[in-house]
């Protein structure tokens, strides 16, 4: 029997942060709903084009920093609105005053992501 089941009874819960830039709502971490309310793309293939489109245009061939990083894996838009607020909070320098292989620890391994989490029944004393 694992220690959460000797201590109290946990249920599943989904958490469903919303990012805020400019009075804009966003859905984190990023998921379909986030690139349609972006770009108004439908499928997942609309989305990965229109960020490879942006990747292009920026022509970033070996980034030297954590923003360059970010803007050659997800283009301006996300950037812009999703994470370098989130990075200037985080770790309180410019993303590009930071090293290059920080976007590792970011999750940007599928378009359709969900955090889940646990909570217990009974709330926390």
């Not at 972006?38 to 960020?51: F, G, Q, R, S, Y």
């Not at 985080?90 to 930071?98: A, G, M």
Request: aromatic share 10%; net charge positive.
């Amino acid at each position: 029997m694992g220690l959460r089941k000797l201590v109290c009874e946990f249920s599943p819960i989904i958490l469903s942060p919303i990012a805020n830039y400019k009075d804009e709502l966003h859905n984190l971490p990023f998921n379909m709903n986030t690139f349609y309310q972006m770009w108004k793309v439908k499928t997942p293939e609309e989305a990965k084009l229109k960020i490879q489109e942006q990747i292009k245009d920026l022509d970033i061939k070996n980034p030297k920093n954590l923003e360059e990083a970010a803007l050659s894996t997800v283009g301006v838009d996300i950037y812009e609105k999703l994470i370098k607020q989130y990075v200037q909070k985080q770790w309180d320098r410019h993303p590009k005053d930071l090293p290059n292989f920080i976007i590792k620890d970011f999750r940007f391994v599928s378009l359709m992501t969900t955090i889940i989490s646990t909570i217990t029944t009974k709330g926390y004393q």
